[in-house]
């Protein structure tokens, strides 16, 4: 989201999102499905609880001896004939490519789905060096010919209707086309599949890297993937450091959920096993392969408090679960990342400060944590954020006394009870029909759409001494199990 | 029957703890607990001065303040043998929560220990200490069942209310699609981001009133007054209800 | 620019700031890949038909196509079939010393244009068969693992084994017997494991792919649709000698 865009408070973008019909129906029908697809593949699949605690640990301790992983992982690509890169930031990441292109001749690039190459804005800067990049991944395609950013993690354009994309195509590709998505996809194989032949530089994410083999790894479903790594004469890979694993045992731990936690299928159509450039000998693959392991924020996590989020495998399913991102959908966060997990990237990569907002964006029901294929406890993150926002002095000071206050009168009974004196009186011209149905300031939020329950006219501390005393009965009211 | 001799049982003891919501909002719900509990032949006590489990604080991130309150919490139930809570949210502060706020100081950490152990969330009580899974209530009606984020993730229990719904004669019980979706509350979520809020409550409500129930029962305060403020702000005949009141027939009707 | 002593430096000088969340442990290897593997292959010789009717079955589960025949001579009347019907001319093929079987006699009779991968690997001959490969109707490849569990072939690249052979044309046709069958991911792993002990000599291309069905997404409305950018349609021939 542009910077202009990110200046709109986050709840007026929420706000905008939820008067957004297609964009309403879009989501409860996309994310109802993936969570349906989840379940009923761990239904099927007994070995999957072990498998995901298994999972944890591998990622835990793959970070107890992450330099050491890494070292191999880059000498193993070395050994294949391939480059490595460190990139500290995004720029230097973009910076990286650019020479790339500059230095090969690119003109045109295909790209196969990457959030990292999102996430650093590549794009961007491809265009603004007189390079082509083309988006191949159907999804990630038809949000660049709209111009717009993905709004799902693994379905970027869940936000569209056929329609819309039918018009999209019709523009772009200078025809007409049905809003059918049999003939939709067909026009975008046809269309794409010059671009393949033709391109000079194929651009990937890694969704692992085993760095006992320097094998980099794609899960995908469309054969982009595939396309992109054979093709063209150079291969670039963009991967956050942290998806390196130690080696091809640890790897099928993770296939065996991944898909199934992104989408319900037990592997994706295509796993491609990617070890450096193409060998002596063998007909096809790019001449020169380039990995670039990216920081951006993330080795300072090693020893911070958002270390578990670099476990994540982004397979999405926190945001399919999640009842803040169903109602709102991935545009409104205004991040590379959205939903639960990604209020925690944005952190990771931002910095607190971009997310003193989107640390509230959470009810903090846990649907995430249940989900998640390696057991992130988004929650507590959450919560860990929301306690540097104030610590930072992030949070405006109006809401940071109003706490200190709080803890004032819930520590005093007197204060506790006088609090609640007060209320009974201030809430007295509000009350209607035993209900509270308007507030003024703040608590008018409440009370816009819902009613409220009064303070009670004798709470329960002042009735207990009506109670109190009586015995207790003679337990024939209740009959213990068999 | 004489109370001498071997094979008389003490009554069970056990302290209310009332929440500050169940305090200041719903003291109905305290006194159905009470006579609930009655009824089952335990003693109930009420450590006076309460006031917050520090939940609020806690989610917020205000952790400092939480111990603070915390600490209070714990000195009130010292002494208790067992202490019920009516909301599943207060509940999961007190039991995995409140050591944590004290991993620098060993006593108050103990202490904290102690209290988690000894407290549960009612429905808890109910079925684990005193072994009820059917309570003769005098409450006619179809019910539907939301499970309260804090009780069902937090303390992994869904099973107990739902025992004691089907348990309860008058009850018939009527499974509510999406029942594990959260209503829209989080607390202090509930007036930050009030539209999400709202609109997540909706989707909740027209499950409940898709089940044709009388009314939605629960177990946390926070969800009761999410979800009984939708409703009664639709003017809907449904009623949202605390699992205490079903049981013990104190629900007002 | 960051090099590579900086990067695992401060990756180091953050290791040391922290033991870890829990104690925990990567996933247990084989102490002898060799040995493993040979384990597996040897429990696959007698288990090999209850892997196959599994994988029959989450085969057809993907929309994979299965053939099964008696021998390495019946194979080329399955392809005519699957030519005929999905009106294909043009077929590319692996090399047919890998593949076990040479397509261009049988299939030339009747029509078809066969060209197996080139012997060699210079830049005319690259540029040569990718045209081929795209203009192709139908790809026919060997399978060197077929997963039982998910119903995957897993193919290695390589001297003639082109990548674009199961990738480029409408139709993929895989053929393997019975020393390609396993049944688990774990299984998998091990042979990975002895793949790569010494993969200069394992293996001759840099690609390992997993194909699980044909190519597929559901990107639009989430309607599911085949043939985005790979095959449309995956056939599976099983030689049983």
Not at chain 2, 35 to 64: A, I, W
Request: a neutral charge.
């Amino acid at each position: 989201m542009s910077d202009a865009e990110l200046r709109v408070p986050f709840p007026q973008r929420a706000g905008a999102a939820l008067k957004d019909a297609f964009l309403q129906e879009a989501l409860t029908i996309a994310t109802t499905k993936f969570i349906d697809l989840r379940k009923e593949a761990f239904a099927g699949f007994p070995a999957g609880e072990a498998l995901r605690d298994q999972a944890r640990r591998i990622k835990e301790a793959t970070l107890q001896r992450l330099d050491a992983h890494l070292g191999r992982l880059a000498d193993n690509v070395e050994r294949l004939g391939g480059h490595v890169h460190w990139a500290s930031t995004g720029a230097e990441a973009r910076e990286i490519v650019l020479r790339l292109c500059r230095e090969r001749g690119v003109r045109t690039v295909v790209k196969s789905k990457s959030m990292a190459t999102e996430e650093i804005d590549l794009n961007e800067a491809l265009e603004g060096a007189g390079v082509t990049p083309i988006e191949t991944d159907l999804g990630e395609y038809i949000i660049q010919l709209a111009g717009e950013k993905p709004s799902h993690i693994i379905a970027p354009a869940i936000h569209k209707t056929k329609g819309q994309v039918a018009e999209l195509f019709s523009k772009a590709l200078d025809g007409r086309f049905a809003a059918d998505p049999e003939v939709l996809t067909a026009a975008a194989r046809k269309e794409l599949r010059q671009k393949f032949l033709d391109a000079d530089m194929g651009i990937t994410g890694a969704n692992f890297a085993v760095a006992e083999t320097g094998t980099v790894v794609l899960v995908t479903n469309e054969g982009n993937g595939r396309m992109v790594t054979s093709l063209p004469r150079v291969h670039v890979a963009v991967m956050g450091m942290e998806k390196v694993i130690p080696s091809m045992t640890d790897l099928m731990v993770f296939l065996a959920i991944l898909a199934r936690s992104a989408t319900g299928q037990q592997l994706s159509s295509y796993t491609t096993l990617v070890r450096g450039p193409r060998q002596p000998g063998e007909l096809e693959g790019p001449e020169e392969f380039h990995l670039i392991l990216l920081d951006s924020g993330r080795i300072r996590q090693i020893a911070g408090p958002l270390r578990e989020a670099l476990y994540c495998l982004r397979c999405g399913a926190c945001l399919n679960v999640c009842p803040v991102y169903r109602q709102i959908g991935g545009h409104a966060y205004g991040h590379t990342y959205p939903g639960p997990i990604g209020i925690l990237l944005t952190a990771m990569l931002r910095g607190t400060e971009s997310v003193k907002e989107l640390a509230h964006a959470s009810t903090l029901c846990g649907a995430c944590k249940d989900v998640c294929p390696v057991r992130i406890d988004i929650p507590r993150m959450l919560i860990e954020l929301r306690e540097h926002v104030d610590q930072e002095k992030v949070a405006p000071w109006a809401e940071r006394a109003m706490f200190r206050a709080a803890r004032r009168i819930m520590s005093s009974p007197a204060l506790f009870r006088m609090g609640a004196r007060v209320g009974r009186l201030l809430q007295a011209p509000w009350v209607r029909g035993g209900r509270v149905r308007r507030l003024p300031l703040f608590l008018g939020r409440w009370t816009a759409t819902r009613d409220l329950p009064p303070v009670a006219q004798r709470t329960f501390s002042e009735r207990w001494k009506d109670l109190a005393g009586g015995p207790p009965g003679d337990g024939r009211r209740g009959r213990r199990a068999p | 029957m004489t109370a001498a001799g071997a094979g008389v049982t003490p009554p069970v003891r056990a302290s209310l703890m009332i929440t500050c919501l169940g305090d200041l909002l719903f003291p109905e719900v305290g006194v159905a607990m009470v006579k609930l509990l009655r009824g089952l032949g335990v003693e109930v006590d009420f450590p006076e001065g309460q006031t917050c489990c520090g939940l609020p604080l806690f989610n917020s991130g205000y952790h400092h303040e939480a111990a603070a309150v915390a600490g209070r919490t714990m000195a009130l139930f010292e002494r208790s043998e067992h202490v019920v809570v009516p909301s599943g949210s207060c509940a999961w502060m007190v039991k995995t929560e409140y050591p944590g706020l004290f991993k620098d100081d060993p006593r108050r950490r103990a202490a904290a220990e102690s209290l988690a152990d000894r407290t549960r969330e009612l429905s808890q009580f109910l079925v684990e200490v005193l072994g009820v899974t059917r309570v003769e209530s005098p409450f006619r009606g179809t019910v539907t069942y939301h499970d309260s984020c804090h009780l069902l993730r937090g303390l992994g229990e869904s099973r107990s209310p739902r025992t004691l719904l089907r348990g309860a004669p008058g009850v018939t019980l009527v499974e509510l699609p999406g029942a594990d979706q959260c209503c829209g509350f989080g607390g202090s979520f509930s007036v930050r981001l009030p539209e999400v809020s709202t609109a997540i409550l909706e989707r909740k409500l027209a499950s409940v009133e898709g089940t044709g129930a009388d009314c939605v029962v629960a177990c946390d305060a926070g969800c009761l007054m999410q979800m009984g403020g939708g409703l009664s702000r639709k003017g809907s005949r449904v009623r949202a209800l605390h699992l205490a009141q079903v049981l013990s027939g104190e629900d007002g009707a | 620019m960051t090099t590579r002593a900086e990067f695992l430096g401060r990756v180091g000088e953050e290791m040391r700031k922290t033991p870890g969340l829990f104690p925990a442990e990567t996933a247990e290897r084989p102490a002898r890949p060799g040995e493993a593997a040979e384990a597996v292959r040897r429990q696959m010789a007698e288990r090999w038909p209850q892997a196959l009717e599994r994988f029959i079955r989450e085969f057809e589960r993907v929309a994979g196509i299965f053939h099964r025949v008696r021998g390495m001579a019946e194979v080329p009347g399955v392809i005519r079939a699957i030519a005929h019907e999905r009106g294909a001319r043009e077929l590319v093929t692996w090399a047919p010393g890998v593949l076990g079987v040479d397509l261009r006699e049988s299939l030339g009779a009747d029509g078809l244009t066969v060209t197996p991968a080139p012997a060699g690997a210079d830049e005319a001959a690259r540029l040569r068969h990718r045209e081929e490969a795209a203009r192709a109707g139908i790809g026919v490849t060997g399978a060197d693992l077929a997963l039982a569990e998910t119903g995957t072939l897993i193919l290695l690249s390589g001297a003639g084994r082109p990548r674009s052979t199961s990738l480029l044309p409408e139709t993929h046709v895989a053929v393997f017997g019975r020393p390609a069958m396993v049944e688990s991911l774990e299984q998998v792993g091990i042979l990975l494991e002895e793949l790569h002990v010494d993969p200069a000599r394992s293996m001759s291309g840099a690609v390992i792919t997993f194909i699980t069905g044909p190519s597929r997404t559901a990107d639009i409305e989430l309607t599911l649709t085949r043939g985005v950018h790979g095959p449309k349609y995956v056939h599976a021939i099983f030689v049983d000698e």
